[in-house]
């Protein structure tokens, strides 16, 4: 009966588990809502916006063809400087010099062959407003508004030609903003005063990125997207868009001086690199109607009579690739490759990135890479489990004498565990030593989970087959006949074959292993392959591949050692054999009615 009961309990339990993960995967990587957002008047109290995506972007249908609309017109208005680099292209918008129009070309917006570029940076009063802009403050003198007009001394920004825009005002002061791009992600924008008139003047330089939090992606206990910065040589992620909404008079003061401050979201970055021989200061400001801004501000800087002053802030505007950030971190950036959300241990993430990407680089697959990565992790680990079989036949050895003790108290049960306690001690037994591979592959697999969840360079990176996006699901259900049903089934019932393949790895890797003499945990022991299916068919397909493929190579390793330790399967076969007369004795105890 008791068996019974553990049973039932398990059953429930893998029921609460199944709805529970549902419900937390939903929450947690929600599917495009598809309804229009409700746009606030200025001062209005902000409600939450349309729940984002994991990779961010615009879920409102009505939203999306706005944007399409809106970008067709402002675009093709003109006054605008091209911008044709080997990452980016876009425009620099003569109306306030902003920056205000860019796309990453290296990366699509989907996994399809015509999907259009990624765009990072949109126009303002768009849905997807995001831009930067390079000013002044004036104190008593007049300074460029977002409102100027500049004038343009090139045609074309590129790594090869920078563009310098001017402007003067009536009193003898003139301003200029000379751009300039390299062949990454980072454009400088130079900002210099010259005074011709005859008293000093007083100017106050600043740099703000400006964005909608429409477009933002998905902030997670694990995955950081909202304002980023690095204060006093230590990278913050402790701020997101609700604690900028919270900020007395809306307006949050970073503290520390800043190495960089912008916006992250899971991929994309926006970030202002402070000159670094000028004195800053970093806020971030919420501006109603979902509108957020990362300020830069400068100390007042006093321009004499026939004078000019000048700064020079760098603008980083792409994706958050890890090369190109620990290029830039080399270059003068302090822990800008941390950028990316590693968490606490990076220490060991960063070298499983490495060596992935060193095998992808090498084998041109990245689900092949994945699977060389868990070939070189488990013979790393083949010592360890050599002696883990050891410990296991030990254990089995001394199974007579357990199963003594056990009957001898089995109704003292603490006087049982200390007998058995003093017998593992007097064999030499450490029953905890079966597990140590396991605890070791608990880190691996985290730093994979993470690196496929953070790293841009896994994004859309195609397998075999239908499997075109490891970092995505496996995109093929099985109640939906792999598509050829028009419905799409809830997440713990959307399983794949991967997931399928994972539970078949798992039970036959569980049948090799040594059958447990509770009959109880035997059966919870067949329960989970199964579980184990459900819970991980909604994970990276690249998880699931490490998986699978890491059973594969743990039956093998297993038959292996079998055949170099006859007596531990002739130990487990007879082991599984005393379980099942156990079973089968407690049966009909079980249904036997109780008396009266």
């Not at 972007?57 to 009505?62: E, N």
């Not at 800043?258 to 800053?280: H, M, N, R």
């Not at 880190?443 to 496929?452: D, I, Q, S, W």
């Not at 099985?478 to 959307?494: D, M, S």
């Amino acid at each position: 009966m008791e068996n019974q009961r553990n049973l039932i309990l398990a059953v429930v339990f893998t029921g609460l588990v199944l709805l529970g993960w549902d419900a937390g995967m939903r929450h947690f990587y929600p599917q495009p809502a598809h309804k229009a957002s409700t746009v606030l008047a200025p001062g209005a109290t902000e409600a939450a916006p349309t729940k984002p995506t994991r990779e961010g972007g615009l879920t409102s249908d009505t939203d999306i063809a706005l944007e399409q609309k809106d970008l067709a017109a402002t675009l093709a208005t003109g006054g605008r400087i091209p911008i044709e680099a080997p990452r980016v292209a876009g425009s620099i918008n003569l109306t306030g010099a902003l920056l205000d129009d860019l796309t990453l070309t290296r990366h699509r917006q989907t996994i399809a062959k015509d999907s259009p570029p990624v765009r990072l940076f949109s126009p303002a009063g768009t849905p997807a407003q995001y831009f930067a802009q390079a000013g002044w403050v004036g104190e008593g003198v007049a300074a460029p508004n977002a409102g100027t007009v500049w004038q343009a001394d090139g045609a074309k920004l590129t790594p090869q030609t920078p563009v310098t825009l001017h402007w003067s005002n009536a009193t003898g002061q003139t301003y200029s903003i000379r751009y300039a791009i390299d062949d990454g992600y980072m454009i400088s924008a130079t900002q210099t005063v010259s005074n011709a008139a005859a008293a000093p003047v007083v100017v106050r330089p600043f740099a703000l990125v400006n964005r909608t939090r429409k477009t933002a992606s998905l902030d997670t206990w694990n995955v950081h997207s909202g304002p980023l910065g690095q204060f006093d040589g230590s990278v913050s992620f402790a701020t997101n868009y609700a604690d900028v909404m919270k900020a007395p008079g809306r307006t949050m003061t970073a503290d520390g001086k800043p190495g960089f401050v912008g916006f992250t979201d899971i991929y994309w970055l926006s970030s202002l690199i402070p000159d670094q021989t000028a004195p800053a200061q970093a806020d971030y400001r919420a501006l109603g109607n979902y509108l957020y801004r990362a300020d830069l501000l400068y100390r007042p800087v006093s321009v004499a009579a026939g004078a000019q002053s000048s700064l020079t802030t760098r603008i980083f505007a792409g994706a958050k690739e890890n090369a190109m950030l620990e290029r830039y971190e080399k270059a003068g950036i302090p822990n800008f490759s941390l950028a990316i959300d590693w968490g606490w241990f990076r220490w060991f993430e960063k070298p499983i990135f490495w060596l992935l990407d060193s095998l992808f680089r090498t084998v041109g697959n990245f689900g092949v890479a994945i699977i060389l990565l868990t070939l070189i992790v488990r013979t790393m680990m083949f010592p360890v489990a050599q002696r883990q079989f050891a410990s296991m036949a030990a254990m089995r050895s001394i199974q007579p004498k357990m199963k003594v003790l056990q009957e001898r108290y089995k109704d003292d049960k603490q006087k049982q565990q200390q007998e058995i306690m003093a017998l593992y001690k007097q064999e030499g037994v450490n029953p905890l030593a079966g597990c140590l591979p396991v605890f070791l592959q608990i880190p691996v697999f985290f730093a994979l989970y993470k690196v496929l969840v953070l790293t841009i360079e896994m994004r859309h990176q195609p397998f075999v087959g239908w499997i075109h996006d490891l970092s995505a699901p496996d995109p093929l259900h099985v109640l939906n006949l792999f598509g050829a049903l028009p419905f799409t089934p809830p997440g713990f019932l959307a399983i794949g074959l991967l997931a399928i393949l994972l539970g078949i790895t798992m039970y036959f890797q569980f049948k090799l292993n040594p059958a447990a003499m509770d009959p109880a945990q035997q059966q919870m022991m067949g329960l989970m392959p199964w579980v184990m299916m459900f819970v991980m068919a909604p994970f990276a397909a690249g998880l699931l591949i490490y998986w699978i493929t890491s059973n594969c190579l743990t039956i093998a390793q297993q038959k292996y050692l079998y055949s170099r330790h006859p007596q531990l399967k002739v130990q487990a076969d007879k082991t599984a054999q005393d379980v099942a007369r156990i079973v089968a004795r407690d049966k009909p105890a079980a249904n036997k009615p109780k008396s009266r």
